[in-house]
C-alpha cells in the first residue's frame, strides 16, 4: 500500500503563487507515475499534471496549465511539487495527488489510479 498525503494550500489573490506539496509512503517503491488533478465546487475531477518515472522523468501537463503549472519529484523525500504561479480564480479547486502501480490507460484519466491523497483546497480571488 501507498499512502498520499498533500499539503501547501491556502487562499490566494490573482497572480500569487503556490506550492503544494504530495509526501509518499509504504511502498514507494511501487510507484511509477504521479499526478495531480483538481475538482472545482460542481465540477468532475480534471487532470492537472502527471510526472513518470523511468530512465529519465517525465512530465505532461493540462493546457489550462501549460506554462504557469511546474511538477517536480525529490526521489530522496518521496515527494512531488505542483508549483504554480500566476494563478487565477479559475484555478480554485481542491486539488488531489494520485499514484499509479503499473502503467496502464491514459494518465489523465482518474480511474487508473491506484491511490489518493485526502486533497488540499486552494482558493484565488480575483
Known amino acids: 500500500q501507498v499512502q498520499l498525503v498533500e499539503s501547501g494550500g491556502g487562499v490566494v489573490q490573482a497572480g500569487a503563487s503556490l506550492r503544494l506539496s504530495c509526501a509518499a509512503s509504504?511502498?514507494?517503491?511501487?510507484?511509477?507515475?504521479t499526478s495531480w488533478f483538481r475538482q472545482a465546487p460542481g465540477k468532475e475531477r480534471d487532470f492537472v499534471s502527471s510526472i513518470s518515472y523511468g530512465n529519465s522523468a517525465y512530465a505532461d501537463y493540462a493546457d489550462s496549465v501549460k506554462g504557469r503549472f511546474t511538477i517536480s519529484s525529490d526521489n530522496a523525500k518521496n515527494t512531488v511539487y505542483l508549483q504554480m504561479n500566476s494563478l487565477q480564480p479559475e484555478d480554485t479547486a481542491v486539488y488531489y495527488c494520485?499514484?499509479?502501480?503499473?502503467?496502464?490507460?491514459?494518465?489523465?484519466?482518474?480511474?487508473?489510479?491506484?491511490?489518493w491523497g485526502q486533497g488540499t483546497a486552494v482558493t484565488v480571488s480575483s
Open positions: 509504504g511502498r514507494t517503491y511501487s510507484i511509477v507515475t
Open positions: 494520485a499514484a499509479q502501480s503499473r502503467i496502464r490507460g491514459s494518465l489523465s484519466t482518474a480511474e487508473v489510479y491506484d491511490y
